[in-house]
């Protein structure tokens, strides 16, 4: 006779990493070339004047300067308009 019962399978025992999204430099602080200032999932934030746009949508500095957030309004190709947050380094 065997001693122990059998062990069942079980499916709820993997997790994920966290993805660590969000802003990473506020309005006012100093971005250096290179440094991200925001990882998002989708365009939620747009890059303006001095920063790009990643291929996983994170957006980074082109160049030093300080941080500067703004709303700008962009119109979509039905004629609806939406105000879009607006990155910058200047």
């Known amino acids: 006779m065997a001693h122990t019962k059998a062990g069942g399978s079980t499916q709820n025992l993997r997790d994920s990493n966290p993805q660590y999204l969000g802003v990473k430099l506020f309005g006012g602080q100093v971005a250096q070339i290179g440094s991200i200032i925001i990882r998002q999932r989708g365009s939620k934030f747009m890059p303006g004047e001095g920063t790009r746009k990643g291929k996983d949508d994170t957006i980074y500095a ?7 957030f703004a709303d700008k309004r962009k119109r979509h190709f039905d004629g609806t308009t939406v105000i879009r947050k607006l990155v910058s380094v200047v």
């Open 62 to 68: 082109i160049r030093d300067g300080k941080v500067l």
